[in-house]
């Protein structure tokens, strides 16, 4: 059964940094690509960054430069570094894999079958 739990959300204020963390199990980690989403309140959940079964990332437009996804393989973890965070950041956030090569789809909700139950992070300004 797969799982995914997030941590390392929190409050911060605008320009600082936190780093999600997505602890995996269930699965064989390199077979799945990995991504994370977030969702403000009243919006949709959005794709932020995805890493492929091929090391590919991918990044949204609002976080490229500040925000870098890695995954450590042997300890099955997926993370999330972000920085100079703005109040426009703040959501959940929501670790997500799916087995297999994502291509396309790696930063698409609906190409997503597994979620953890996601981290607030909330940034002030």
């Known amino acids: 059964q797969v799982q995914l739990v997030e941590s390392g959300g929190g409050s911060v204020q605008a320009g600082g940094s936190l780093r999600l963390s997505c602890a995996a199990s269930g699965y064989t980690y390199r077979s799945y690509c990995m991504g994370w989403f977030r969702q403000a ?3 949709e959940r959005e794709g932020v960054a995805g ?7 991918r990044y949204a437009g609002s976080v490229k430069g500040r925000f870098a996804i890695s995954q450590d393989n042997a300890k099955n973890t997926l993370y999330l570094q972000m920085n100079s965070l703005k109040p426009e950041d703040t959501g959940m956030y929501y670790c997500a894999a799916e087995r297999y090569y994502c291509g396309s789809a790696i930063m698409t909700r609906g190409g997503y079958n597994y979620w953890g139950q ?8």
Do not use: F
């Open 41 to 43: 309140p009243g919006k």
């Open 51 to 57: 890493i492929d079964t091929d090391g590919t990332t």
């Open 118 to 125: 996601g981290t607030q992070v909330t940034v002030s300004s």
